[in-house]
């Protein structure tokens, strides 16, 4: 006689973690979890409270795809396509790196110095993650970010646009270039239709998560990283610190006297990072740490 009962959800989301376990990933309870709500559409109470809910074929197929894609260490936030930073969703996918936790240590460092009309520049923009949290909680800010690969700046755009429908008076630009190139030139090729930011003048707030892995570390990344998040947005060069110098010798010619230059560093570099301002002749240099205690911010004041 045919079975026709279904897997519930506690033995599906079971089944998942050990799946996940057996692939070694780190956190597959959670993984699992967070998979089987992005299939079903429900929370973290579904597996408390409706743990017996029957899981339809359709269902239970998507998920075990999804499974056995994670299993190959594919990153779970390409996989459901977003990932929350600052109280907000971004869109993410292969042409960006995930935004980190880490990040928000950067961010909540603009905020204190951020006051409402000020012109923001983000270099390295990536999913735009960075500016558009810094226009989302300020007001009649405008900014501009700035990216190298055209498939990030795609990312980034669709983020503007979609976060845009909660705050219409959002202001932002992107550009596509080799660090402040497209500023020098004034090139908006790659500017959102209807973008009102002027990107000539100066800034009061240059932010950036540049690429600071050094070439040779890369090998030795998890797999999430070294194999699915975009190279060129992970490698700092021999010494990653390449663009550290770099943007921090540029910036000058685009930072308001008085502006103010963040970046976000590896937990090790700290120490060159803020040689590299001090000697370029900022001021006021300092080095902020995470929650777990690391360095993970420099910035710096020109005059």
């Known amino acids: 006689m045919e079975n026709n009962d279904r897997i519930t959800y506690q ?16 956190e597959a309870a959670l993984d699992a979890r967070l998979l089987l709500e992005f299939v079903c559409g429900t929370d973290r109470n579904t597996l408390l409270v409706h743990g017996d809910r029957e899981i339809s074929i359709e269902e239970e197929k998507r998920y075990r795809l999804l499974l056995e894609k994670r299993g190959r260490h594919i990153p779970l936030q390409h ?24 990040t928000e240590i950067l961010v909540e460092e603009v905020m204190k110095n951020l006051h409402d009309g000020m012109r923001i520049l983000d270099m390295c923009t990536g999913s735009g993650c960075i500016l558009l949290s810094l226009l989302q909680y300020s007001n009649d ?51 959102p239709a209807g973008a009102g930011s002027d990107v000539s003048g100066r800034f009061d707030i240059i932010v950036s998560n540049p690429p600071y892995i050094r070439t040779d570390v890369i090998h030795t990344l998890m797999p999430e990283v070294r194999e699915y ?14 663009f550290y ?20 560093i590896g937990c090790d570099q700290a120490a060159e990072v803020k040689e590299i ?27």
Do not use: H, W
């Open 11 to 26: 033995a599906l989301y079971q089944q998942g973690v050990q799946f996940l376990r057996t692939q070694r990933i780190e």
């Open 79 to 102: 996989l459901t396509g977003v990932q929350d930073f600052m109280g907000l969703t971004f869109a993410v996918n292969e042409n960006v790196l995930i935004p980190r936790q880490d």
């Open 141 to 191: 800010c405008v900014g501009v970010g700035v990216d190298l690969s055209a498939e990030a700046l795609a990312v980034a755009k669709a983020n503007y646009t979609r976060l845009r429908e909660d705050k219409p008076e959002m202001d932002a630009v992107f550009l596509r270039g080799n660090l402040f190139e497209s500023l020098a030139a004034g090139d908006e090729t790659e500017a």
């Open 229 to 242: 998040e975009p190279l060129l947005a992970l490698d700092g060069r021999a010494d990653g610190l390449y």
């Open 245 to 264: 110098r770099e943007i921090t010798k540029q910036a000058k010619a685009y930072l308001s006297r008085g502006g103010m230059l963040y970046y976000e």
């Open 277 to 303: 301002l001090q000697k370029e002749g900022y001021r006021d240099v300092k080095v902020v740490k995470d929650y777990a205690g690391l360095d993970r911010v420099v910035y710096g004041v020109y005059y």
